[in-house]
């Protein structure tokens, strides 16, 4: 809806404002008037039907609904219009007055058409719907009078030449009375619409003295504020107070911040001065009425300012204080005046006394203060120069100017301002000096550049401002220079510590992913590739645990040197962190064949580079990089996208064997996804219970159930059995093993405490598979000891396989933990023995009760000799040791009858059965034993 607030426009006459609300108040009453019309006319239609022609009745019915919907449409546009101006609220309110007088035109026309000739009932039910209509206008449409004046004629003239013309006696009376209702209601639409014409008048007044009194306060308060003047009102009765803003500014307080009282008045007064101020008030309270007093107050801040407090106490009927009305205002200034005039008063009556000694002495003060201020010129903390405003040449300098420049006062005299300033920066030191002669400015600062006498470039805050003289043009200016060069240095630091690695100075992380973005970006523009490169060192670990971080710094640092060398200005050459480096080459072919050939040519470049030897302190070491590309030539791809593709091609290099570069493929992502998508159902298929155990048999040479290996299997609910071989590597590498190889080692001990209640299976050992990390946990063996304490099972029945690899890696540690549990009655296995660094020295350490020939050897010992060869030692070298032998992967009875002839008693294998299922072991114990 429109919305009109003539008193806030300076050129909107009262007039205009009147016109405006009485036209808002026209289509405020519009809906009422619609509505009102509407359901009279269905009255008037309902009741005349039996003696109208009914055409002639719904006629007259379409077209008043017709004028009531444009009416209302015309409500709908003006509550959705935004004009504003008197011009659009005249062309608003003659759209008013046009439907008004279309809406009179159609009840007048009822006042013809459905006139019911001779029948004097209905005749009069038509004028009591006509009279009613036109009473319920001078409500809605008295506020403008053509509107209202307009209506009534309309609506009523046709009724009464209709009675008229019937030429009956009562036809003509209430023709007459009709005429004279119309000329009485015209006249009180007239009166009605002067007092709402006043009225409204009224209210506009109303609205411009409001405004202008919230504008004299407005100005009040600002007066008081140039003023640094305060007022207040004071109940001495009930202890209220109110300041004004500027009473709290005063008291250095926020306006409002707190509420006044008499305690926050006095708290903020000096000590000296509360006992005189507290009797001056209290003379005024006791009717001396009016009080003045000049006085010091604290700021929260410490500071100390004069204060002029004058009040007048206002007494009732009675004698009793009940207001006091006053002012503060901050004389600071003025008494500092007043203590300069004083002093200079004293002064002159001292030159009256003794002129000639007072000549003398003035001459010796203006000596001493010449000094005075020729030392602290010279001596000032800042470097400050009177300098010619016109030539821009020094006229005066202090020392400390002179030696932040680096040259001698006196040789500063011959040099000008603009010769010291550095090329950059002077452009905006001239601008700025122009501005400060036209006035624009009084006074300016900035940070510039300036040469020192020995070459070197220095940043120095300069802050000029000029030295005036009354009626005149300053014919000098001052500067005052303050030395920040280790300022900026340190906000070099502290840039390059958020951009730039601290160890090779090359672009980190974040300013690497800018480059990389605005290198899309020129991409696009440009439509030429671009790529990037990941670099990842070969075997940096190794250096670092061998010889040292320092020693591994040093290799990075001459890396980086390396990389740079190898790359144009143009391009990036970042540290992402470790050993991993990235390069962005941009500006490379249009067409992907040459693109890639340009970025294959650099990362040789890389490769053989790398490839040379370093000189690392004392120590020369030879490395080599693995590097992954990936051109991007557009900006569809995503930033972490590219970076990602990048290092999965570097790990494909790492993967064909080291010291080489691989483009990104498509499908090495593919199965990278695949693989995070695998371990992510990894870590939920533990507590969906969508892991199985199965079951395979261990025998003795005479065929006998000895125990079993329990080993681990996936059911996926949709890709259904997944090999071991695939999940189990990535359960290492995530750390996923610990809590499965957990779960396995539980399942299997309370499996053996089953088995202990049948006496065909209580004999069996269960050997379970501990994977390398789970091992290494710190609390290992207290896991197992815990799983067998609460699962009840004996630990003389459970086996753990271990492998070579496992072992060695810290073998002290390992003899101990496996001393613990041996100790507990738990046995141990070598598992897949003969495939690692097999080897009597360590094997004699352990306490191993069982060796597992690894089923790589056995499956060829009917057709290799060296397979044959390797076992027959294996099984000699584990009799002579008195540990037992066991042989997996047995599948043949050639295998097994060679096993047996050399000695080894024990198998596994797919001869005696595959692994199963618990349900499907124990069914086959059971055939077996009966």
């Known amino acids: 809806m429109i919305q009109h607030k003539p008193s806030s426009d300076s050129n909107t006459t009262q007039s205009d404002a009147l016109k405006v609300e009485q ?20 009255i008037l239609v309902y009741v005349q039907r039996p003696v109208i022609d009914h055409a002639l009745l719904f006629g007259w019915l379409i077209v008043m609904i017709m004028v009531s919907l444009y009416r209302t449409i015309l409500i709908v546009l003006w509550h959705g219009n935004r004009e504003s101006g008197i011009y659009f609220i005249l062309r608003w309110r003659l759209r008013f007055r046009v439907w008004v007088i279309a809406s009179g035109l159609v009840w007048g026309m009822s006042g013809i058409l459905l006139f019911p000739a001779g029948n004097m009932p209905h005749q009069v039910f038509l004028s009591f719907v006509l009279a009613g209509l036109s009473a319920g206008a001078v409500t809605t449409l008295s506020m403008d009078r053509l509107s209202v004046l307009s209506f009534l004629p309309l609506t009523l003239l046709p009724l009464i030449i209709r009675f008229w013309m019937e030429s009956s006696e009562i036809s003509l009376s209430m023709g007459v009375m009709t005429a004279l209702f119309l000329v009485v209601i015209s006249q009180n639409a007239s009166r009605v619409g002067r007092t709402i014409h006043e ?75 509360v006992a005189p101020l507290e009797e001056i008030l209290q003379q005024a309270l006791r009717g001396g009425r009016f009080y003045d007093f000049t006085y010091r107050i604290r700021w929260p801040d410490n500071s100390e300012h004069q204060i002029h407090g004058r009040g007048e106490v206002v007494f009732d009927d009675a004698g009793r204080a009940v207001n006091v009305t006053g002012t503060v205002q901050d004389v600071t200034a003025h008494k500092q005046v007043e203590e300069a005039l004083q002093e200079g008063k004293m002064r002159l009556q001292q030159l009256n006394q003794n002129l000639e000694q007072l000549v003398a002495k003035r ?33 005066r300098v202090n020392q400390k100017y002179a030696n932040i420049i680096g040259y001698t006062a006196a040789e500063m005299l011959a040099l000008d301002s603009q010769s010291l300033t550095h090329p950059d920066d002077l452009k905006t030191a001239v601008d700025n000096m122009e501005r400060l002669k036209a006035e624009e400015i009084r006074e300016f600062e900035m940070e510039e550049r300036y ?229 992510t159902e990894l870590r939920q298929a533990l507590t969906r219970q969508q892991f199985k155990l199965h079951y395979q048999r261990q025998v003795n040479a005479e065929g006998s159930v000895v125990g079993a290996e329990v080993l681990l299997r996936w059911q996926h609910p949709e890709r259904g059995m997944i090999s071991p071989m695939v999940f189990i590597p990535i359960a290492e590498e995530t750390g996923l093993i610990v809590p499965l190889g957990k779960w396995v080692l539980q399942m299997a001990c309370a499996q053996l405490k089953q088995w202990e209640h049948d006496p ?82 360590y094997l004699k350490r352990l306490p191993l009760e069982q060796i597992k020939i690894d089923q790589s050897f056995v499956s060829d010992i009917t057709t290799d000799p060296s397979d044959e060869v390797i076992v027959r030692t294996i099984i000699v070298m584990s009799n002579s040791l008195g540990m037992e032998v066991i042989a997996e992967g047995v599948e043949t009875e050639e295998q097994r009858d060679f096993l047996a002839r050399n000695g080894c008693y024990t198998y596994q294998g797919y001869l005696f059965g595959r692994p199963m299922p618990i349900e499907d072991f124990q069914k086959l114990i059971s055939r077996f034993q009966v």
Request: charge should be negative; charged fraction near 25%; glycine fraction near 6%.
């Open 23 to 42: 036209t808002r108040l026209l289509y405020a009453n519009l809906p009422t008037a619609i509505g009102t019309s509407l359901v009279l006319a269905l």
């Open 199 to 273: 009225n409204l008048s009224l209210r506009i007044e109303a609205s411009a003295r409001e405004q202008r009194l919230r504008h004299s306060e407005e100005s009040l308060n600002q007066a008081q504020q140039i003023a640094l003047l305060g007022n207040f009102d004071w109940n001495p009765v009930s202890g209220e107070m109110r300041w004004s803003d500027e009473h709290f500014r005063l008291w250095g307080l926020e306006p409002h911040a707190v509420i006044p009282s008499y305690a926050l008045f006095s708290q903020a007064i000096h000590s000296d001065d």
């Open 363 to 395: 001459t010796s003060a203006l000596r001493e203060s010449e000094a005075r201020f020729r030392f602290l010129f010279e001596h000032m903390a800042v470097g400050v120069a009177q300098i010619d405003t016109m030539t821009g040449r020094f006229v």
């Open 451 to 679: 040469f020192r006498k020995d070459g070197m470039v220095i940043w120095v805050k300069v802050t000029v401002s000029p030295m005036w003289v009354p009626g005149t043009k300053p014919d000098y200016h001052i500067a005052v220079i303050q030395d920040i060069t280790k300022h900026k240095q340190a906000e070099e630091q502290v840039h390059q510590l958020a951009f730039y690695d601290p160890l090779t100075r090359l672009p980190n992380r974040r300013l690497f992913l800018d480059r990389l973005q605005q290198a899309q970006v020129h991409s696009t523009r440009h439509k030429t590739h671009c790529a990037v490169l990941f670099i990842d060192l070969d075997n940096f670990k190794t250096l670092n645990d061998t010889r040292g971080h320092d020693i591994g710094d040093l290799l990075l640092i001459e890396v980086a040197k390396r990389l740079r060398d190898n790359v144009r200005s143009s391009d990036t050459v970042a540290r992402l962190g470790g050993d991993e480096f990235v390069v962005i080459i941009e500006g490379l072919s249009e067409d992907s064949p040459g693109a890639a050939a340009q970025a294959k040519e650099i990362g040789d470049k890389f490769l053989t580079s790398v490839a040379q030897p370093f000189k690392l302190q004392e120590f020369e070491y030879h490395g080599s990089s693995s590097i992954g590309i990936r051109l991007f030539h557009d900006g569809e791809t995503s930033i972490d996208d590219l970076l990602k593709h990048a290092d999965t091609a570097m790990y494909q290099a790492k993967t064909a064997g080291r010291n080489t570069l691989c483009f990104f493929d498509p499908s090495m992502q593919i199965a990278l996804e695949m693989r995070t998508a695998m371990v």
């Open 760 to 841: 065909g299976t209580r004999n069996f050992q269960l050997a379970v598979n501990i994977s390398a990390r789970q091992f290494r946990q710190l609390d290992f063996v207290d896991e197992v000891l815990e799983v067998l304490e609460k699962s009840g099972a004996d630990p003389l029945k459970l086996k753990l396989e271990l492998t070579e690899s496992l072992v060695l890696q810290d073998i002290t540690h390992s003899i101990e933990k496996m001393e613990t549990l041996c100790s507990a009655g738990i046995r141990f296995s070598l598992d897949d023995f003969g495939t690692g660094h097999s080897s009597l020295t």
